[in-house]
């Protein structure tokens, strides 16, 4: 029976193989027009949403012959959903899953739109993860700092290759250091408690280590970061005054006055945007 039905299993199945190609190569034209369009100074955006590695992206594109990576027959069109994952972890370490377009992923049933911003996310991402979300002279211009290189570009074709999945290749871009993922448990920390902003501390006497009251726990939540203290005036927070004091030029002798309290309450913070 099996026989009898074999020539019609071989030409469903050639049927198919040729409809699938058809569709791949249909959307390698897409691919292609649009990245022309971006040659011709189009901007790099696709349903409002802008590009963050346009050249780069297209480079991508032009050396696969315009073939898609994560839409339909693409390599890794299976990825997608790691990819999504990774995007909406980067919340956790401080950075904004829309840089890299994670609505828009997550909505969009556009197959272009779909292989754009999902290439233009894992570039991102890639760079982000590696070197940092902002230059550290963009934050302080004394502050000269060798990032370290990232080829983004190769790590998106080890993942094409198959040699390594989409959320392991990025998640071996975080900082492995114990410092950093102290940051990252006191991040959660704060986060559990629900209030992260820093609260003033108020005008009164001196504040000298061995002193004790409301404000001294104002004085601790201020410096120490919101979290169970005790309104004891003790090592750790004549530490963190201290430091607080040499870093705004004051005389550091651990003793709270009106010079140190006017810098202190000059404004307020996100303990989760210090971190």
């Not at 029976?1 to 030409?11: D, G, S």
């Not at 950075?95 to 292989?115: G, K, Q």
């Not at 290749?169 to 408690?193: H, M, N, Q, T, V």
Request: charged share 25%; aromatic share 4%.
């Amino acid at each position: 029976a099996l026989r009898e039905h074999r020539p019609r299993l071989l030409l469903c199945l050639s049927v198919a193989l040729t409809a699938a190609g058809a569709v791949r190569g249909e959307n390698a034209e897409t691919l292609r027009v649009w990245l022309e369009g971006l040659d011709a100074g189009a901007v790099a955006e696709i349903h409002g949403e802008p590009l963050q590695q346009p050249d780069l992206l297209a480079g991508v594109y032009r050396d696969r012959d315009h073939r898609p990576l994560w839409t339909r027959g693409g390599p890794l069109s299976g990825e997608r959903a790691a990819l999504l994952a990774a995007i909406d972890a980067s919340a956790l370490h401080g950075l904004n899953p829309e840089t890299y377009h994670a609505s828009s992923l997550a909505t969009l049933r556009d197959p272009l739109a779909i292989e754009l911003l999902a290439t233009d996310a894992f570039l991102t991402l890639t760079r982000h993860r590696a070197t940092g979300a902002v230059s550290p002279q963009d934050l302080d211009p004394d502050w000269h700092l060798i990032a370290p290189e990232v080829d983004a570009r190769a790590l998106l074709d080890r993942a094409v290759d198959g040699e390594a999945g989409v959320a392991a290749l990025l998640d071996g871009l975080w900082p492995d250091s114990d410092e950093y993922r102290r940051l990252l448990d006191e991040r959660a920390r704060i986060l559990a408690l629900g209030e992260t902003s820093t609260a003033r501390v108020p005008a009164g006497p001196l504040i000298r280590p061995g002193d004790s009251g409301e404000r001294v726990l104002a004085l601790k939540e201020r410096l120490l970061g919101p979290g169970q203290h005790t309104a004891v005036y003790d090592t750790d927070l004549e530490t963190a005054v201290r430091a607080f004091q040499r870093g705004a030029g004051l005389e550091p002798d651990g003793i709270v006055g009106p010079a140190s309290l006017q810098v202190m309450n000059a404004s307020r913070f996100s303990w989760i945007d210090r971190i």
